[in-house]
């Protein structure tokens, strides 16, 4: 076989390494703060020690997601058999691999059950490529909460 016959069948294989290489990247998942928009019913449940040390709360509600990386909601809770209800205001952020963060505060208002003026809850947050479903998990010191939501 000829040395030119040779390397034209090397640069033919690398061609086709490196389209495929592309391809693969361009199917991975692609997201975006665009990908979440809507309203989405959400349920959880956790553990807040530093607060109610040994008290399980279980959250049910609804985000709302603009697709610009900000949110609004409101949840029902039962923290120990104490109910509230409280309204959710905060943001997102959302990487090409679907995952991301979620920040958001609870909004005084009367009969609400807040963490005190100001005090923002963090998560991390991971979707699914579509954008119908994803899952939080609490990341400030001291809490265990987890959160599933879908559109």
Partial sequence: MTQALMLSRAAVLLLGW??????????????????????YVFTGRGFIEPIEP??????????????RGRMTGKQTSSRGGKIGRELLEGSYTVGADCSGTLRFRHVDQPGSRTYGPGVTISWDMYITQDGRTGHIMRTDEGTMAVRTFHR
């Fill in 18 to 39: 490196g389209v495929l290489a592309g391809n693969s990247a361009v199917s991975g998942p692609q997201c975006s703060v665009a990908t979440l928009e809507g309203r």
């Fill in 54 to 67: 040994g008290v399980e709360r279980l959250h049910y509600g609804v985000f709302v997601f603009d697709g």
